[in-house]
């Protein structure tokens, strides 16, 4: 099974509709953090999670809120979806200082 | 503006040369370098990696070299299989390996192509 796995794998909506995208891990990582990619571009970070009581805005936030429901869960919502928001959006997590980000397979979002 | 560049979007290797992937960074804050690889339809996954006090690591086939008066690193691998085809992203961190608060910051990759 996966160690980071994201739901929905693929979704189409339309503008101003709620979106959810979840993310769940079984290392036991404390830090989690969700990325967006946008086709020939790299990856942007959007929010990040040290522990369940810490949310911090990453590059990109406008237009996104978060929640930690438990260390293992880290959930991306757009309140009121918009088309500049289709991309691929990946979840990342990390064990700590010394370790690398481990990331999901990616939920590809398109705003109609 | 763009704090880490890779500059080739693609690149065409033959199976069994060496395929060097190149890297630019502009922050000298940045104290970790890593290469991710990714799969279509898969989330990317960590290659390898280098602290900024050192020039080079090696593990197996994957070598990256970092110059620092240049801001410059690279990833060589020796000898390209077919299974490399892949795009491959340069990051980099100014606090951890993990990313720390301001996460990992991302090239726009570089699409590897292995010729049989």
């Known amino acids: 099974d996966a160690d980071v796995t994201q739901t929905p794998r693929n979704r189409i909506t339309k503008t101003g509709k709620r979106i959810m995208l979840e993310c769940s891990q079984t290392?036991?990582?404390?830090?989690m953090y969700w990325y967006r990619q946008d086709p020939g571009l790299g990856l942007r970070l959007i929010y990040y999670s040290f522990d369940v009581k810490d949310i911090n805005k990453g590059e990109i936030s406008d237009g996104y809120s978060v929640s930690r429901q438990a260390q293992a869960k880290f959930s991306l919502s757009l309140e009121s979806a918009i088309p500049n928001q289709t991309a691929l959006y990946f979840c990342a997590t990390s064990g700590g200082l010394t370790d690398t980000q481990y990331f999901g397979p990616g939920t590809r979002l398109t705003v109609l | 503006d763009q704090q880490v560049k890779q500059n080739s979007p693609s690149l065409s290797v033959q199976e069994g040369r060496i395929s060097i992937l190149n890297c630019d960074y502009t922050?000298?804050?940045?104290?970790?370098f890593l290469w991710y690889k990714k799969y279509p339809a898969e989330g990317p996954t960590f290659l390898i990696s280098?602290?900024?006090?050192?020039d080079k690591n090696e593990d197996g086939r994957f070598t990256v070299f970092l110059n620092k008066s240049a801001k410059h690193l690279s990833l060589h691998i020796v000898p390209s299989q077919p299974g490399d085809s892949a795009v491959y992203f340069c990051?980099?961190?100014?606090?951890?390996?993990?990313?720390?608060?301001?996460?990992?910051?991302f090239g726009k990759g570089t699409h590897l192509i292995i010729q049989p």
């Open positions: 990051a980099a961190s100014a606090s951890d390996p993990g990313g720390g608060a301001d996460g990992l910051t």
């Open positions: 290392k036991g990582h404390d830090r």
């Open positions: 922050n000298s804050m940045f104290d970790y």
């Open positions: 280098i602290s900024s006090i050192k």
